[in-house]
């Protein structure tokens, strides 16, 4: 639940013209599974997918039919799960919270609350072509200039002869 998808699944229940893939171990979590089984497997807008492999095909089929993610974690370190979806082209919704910075090409939920979902999902959905295309390339080339390993082991070893520099 602090990862938001009760809100999500609430939303969603509430806009059938609206489309959502729910990933993630979903089953691993009986209480929370028993408390939206009827969002999760009984809403016709809603489908619940589980566990994806990143490498799997399953995954590419998704992201291709999909215009973004909607995250809205209340505790996060960094979302490993929204930069995947970035380095995806999918426009992010998030919380402040999901601890990626989205700002220049998502958009970024202050609440968290149903209503404040909705509304982010329609202006999504609202996008002309062009504006969905710049917003997914930019999500696309932030994560490919600030999430990579490469990008990881540059910061790393800056922290590390920083700290070996102050001694």
């Known amino acids: 639940m602090h990862k938001g ?3 999500v699944l609430e939303a969603f229940a509430e806009m ?4 959502l893939t729910v990933c993630g171990p979903v089953s691993a979590e009986k209480d ?3 408390v939206y089984y009827k969002e999760l497997y009984n809403t016709s807008n809603i489908r619940t997918v589980g566990w994806v ?3 799997a095909p ?3 089929e998704i992201t291709k039919n999909s215009i973004g993610l909607i995250y809205p974690s209340c505790s ?3 979302s490993g799960g929204v930069l995947t979806c970035l380095h995806a ?3 992010p919704v998030v919380s402040y919270e999901s601890g990626v910075s989205v700002d220049d090409f998502g958009v970024v939920l202050k609440q968290s609350s149903i209503a404040e979902i909705k509304n982010a999902v329609r202006a999504v959905s609202n996008l002309t072509a062009q504006q969905a295309k710049s917003m997914a390339r930019k999500a696309w080339e932030y994560a490919t200039a600030n999430h990579t390993r490469e990008a990881f082991s540059r910061e790393y070893n800056k922290a590390i002869s920083t700290i070996m520099g102050s001694n």
Do not use: V
């Open 5 to 7: 998808l009760d809100l």
């Open 16 to 19: 059938p013209d609206m489309n």
């Open 32 to 34: 929370f599974e028993r």
């Open 53 to 55: 492999d990143i490498g």
């Open 58 to 60: 399953a995954f590419a």
């Open 76 to 78: 996060e370190g960094q």
């Open 89 to 91: 082209s999918l426009i």
